[in-house]
């Protein structure tokens, strides 16, 4: 069989088949042997490289003794890890996190645009806590569960090597009091240090410049070193991962234009500290009206 383009699930694919293995205490060639599969075959299933049959995989998770809910995943993706993309349909269930942080944790670069609230990594917890309530949503005994797995991936941030990452925001994040002047005050005086950090960028898109190539909405572009960059999609009952050679030009070239409608850095980072400073006195004069 002829190798193929790794896809985002031809590559979860293996990188589950890599953790049996290792869970099992095994090497790629040992497992080529009891398998009677070559080493390299086996080398190119799990990078992705190579699109396992629902034969090799269960014989696999049967060598490496998994079985249940993990076996059933790994099974579900041999039927289209050939499809590029993929569309993750959850409900009101909190979003499977999987694939998102396996690629989040692999990139390289990040970049990410939001029109309406600050983005999910350098959220505070309790923004992230209004929101979820104000949005009414998420049921009140799944909010902290949605706190913790948010604040969770901001130890991206931390890696010895972290992705470098460029946040475009419009003007409208600074102004939307959610959780209050309090909170609002707290979370910009956070993106002001968080902009000051090294490896991020952090720019604010004016209102001012009106219509704007993101227009549409949300978007994470991630790049990777060792295949193509790939586009996330989120709404409130999916996700969804794009691939393609024409999906990545597209948001390739959003994220040019958002590079000359925004901000310069210092300039957001001003913007920033004026907005929190204003939600601070706000703040203030409630406590005096109380």
Known sequence: MKDREPTIRSRELGDGLRQAMEGAGLKGNQVARLLDLSPSLISRLLSGQRHATAVQVASF???????????????ALCDDQHIPGWLQQHG?????????????NKALVISDFEPTVVPGLLQTGDYTRALLREA?????????????????????????????????????????PIG??????????????????????????????GGHAAINGAFKFMEFGEFKPVVYLESETSSLFLETPAEIEAYQRILACLADAALGEEESRELIATRATEFHADREDHDDSA
């Open 92 to 104: 009101p269930r909190l979003p499977p996190l999987v694939t998102l942080v396996d690629h989040e």
């Open 61 to 75: 998770l049967a060598l490496c003794r998994v079985w249940g809910t993990e076996r059933d995943r790994l099974l």
């Open 180 to 209: 209050g002047p309090m909170v609002m005050a707290d979370q910009l005086r956070h993106l002001r240090r968080m902009s000051l950090r090294p490896p991020l960028t952090l720019r604010v898109v004016p209102a001012a410049r």
């Open 136 to 176: 009414r949503t998420v049921p009140e005994d799944k909010i902290d569960a949605r706190v913790a797995a948010r604040l969770a991936r901001q130890s991206l941030f931390n890696r010895d090597r972290p992705a470098r990452f460029t946040f475009y925001v419009h003007e409208f994040v600074l102004r939307l």
